[in-house]
């Protein structure tokens, strides 16, 4: 009877072995989804786009072709945890470009988005208007205009007369330096065809919120005011003071209440590089500018590159480029700390297509730093990414070192 028995326990542990077999870590796993990416309809896709994955060791996963409207999936057997994930776009109008942007450490699995922005739903018509600004004198007044296309003009007599196109009814916006102050003025619900004259000593006024832009080196600012349609109108610029009496290395930025939401990016230039702080959101102008920063490199090439960097950092951006003829070939890799540069591999099926890519030509162009305080992480910032924090809220600084 006990050799019964026996001889079943084995006939069954002989049977469970050959159904399931013994596993190995080394054991090659079936095919499976290591990517999907989701391409919303109405998603801008423009000329020819890809996406594939690589492996560390520079071997290609997968590749797809993709376009607007379609869910495409990436699937191998042999992606371990993370993955690389590479976007390739090629245009032709106005020139061949050809773009591949690669994101390291990406956990296998991920979901991918590219969503369609918001459009206003106000209905525009192309028009032209002339804005007629007395008091205005070339080398100590400046104006910038929002919401505007191409445009001609000239200075006199104290006279400013300016032409433009325009898609309206719209607010158009006027921001500008007065002997070095930041002074602004709306022209709201203007119609093709309208002559709109201002004063700019008595119309024009003086930004509510300001600040000197007091760090050392040479500082530059911008704000965008975003509506809620999602519009961006230029608010400031100080760029608008070069060329001017009062151009200066401190100026003073400005902004007025009244927007949904505000995009700001203050830069500062060192000698060696520069930093450059970005808000979106609510502003705060009492932020703090980081004063300097330490950076050498030991190896510029695409799979060997090798830096130090004296500052905390979210993620780094290194880039490599190169022309020839009237193509322009740019490859952008982005990875968290700690991540070297790999998997930088051409698919066979995009060599096939555009076999004037030439990966031994590319030459290292440039290398930043972001290190997020607000909105999110490495992750989030991927190209597609499903944001976790509020994605309308963002505060970043960046270093970009001078090669």
Request: aromatic residues 14%.
């Amino acid at each position: 009877m006990n050799s019964l028995r026996n001889r079943s326990l084995l006939f069954v542990l002989c049977i469970t072995f050959l159904l399931f077999g013994c596993h190995k870590d080394d054991d090659v796993t079936a095919p499976h989804t290591i990517l999907t990416l989701q391409v919303d309809t109405a998603y801008p896709v423009t000329a020819d786009n890809w996406i594939f994955a690589t492996n560390d060791g520079g071997e290609v996963l997968d590749v797809k072709s993709y376009t607007a409207g379609e869910t495409v999936t990436l699937v191998s057997d042999k992606a371990g945890d993370k993955i690389n994930v590479t976007f390739f776009n090629r245009r032709e109008s106005p020139f061949e470009t050809n773009s591949f942007v690669t994101y390291a450490d990406v956990p296998g699995g991920t979901v991918l988005r590219l969503a369609a922005s918001a459009s206003s739903s106000q209905e525009l018509e192309q028009g032209a208007v002339k804005f007629k600004i007395s008091n205005y004198y070339y080398g100590s007044c400046t104006v910038d205009f929002s919401n505007t296309g191409t445009g001609t003009g000239s200075v006199g007599s104290g006279m400013l007369d300016m032409d433009f196109s325009f898609y309206g009814p719209s607010d158009i916006f006027m921001s500008g330096y007065r002997k070095g102050v930041p002074v602004y003025n709306w022209a709201k619900a203007v119609k093709n065809g309208d002559v709109v004259m201002r004063d700019f000593d008595a119309d024009f006024v003086a930004f509510p919120h300001q600040r000197k832009l007091d760090f050392t080196g040479t500082n530059h600012g911008i704000i965008y005011g975003i509506d809620a349609d999602g519009n961006y109108l230029t608010i400031l610029d100080t760029y608008q003071l070069l060329g001017t009496t009062y151009k200066t290395d401190q100026p003073v930025i400005g902004y007025i209440d009244g927007f949904v939401s505000y995009d700001m990016t203050v830069s500062s230039d060192k000698s060696n590089g520069q930093i450059s702080y970005q808000s979106i959101g609510a502003l705060d102008l009492s932020f703090t500018m980081p004063t300097a920063f330490n950076f050498s490199l030991q190896s510029n090439g695409m799979r060997d590159l090798s830096f130090s960097f004296s500052e905390d950092y979210t993620y780094y951006m290194s880039a490599w480029a190169y022309t020839q003829d009237s193509e322009n070939i740019r490859w952008y890799f982005e990875a968290p700390p700690g991540v070297s540069v790999k998997g930088m591999s051409l698919p066979s099926e995009i060599a096939a297509k555009y076999p004037q890519i030439d990966v031994s030509k590319f030459k290292h162009t440039s290398i930043g730093f972001t290190k997020i305080i607000e909105g999110g992480s490495y992750l989030e910032n991927i190209l597609g990414a499903t944001a976790v924090s509020d994605p309308k809220t963002l505060k970043k600084y960046t270093y970009s070192p001078k090669l």
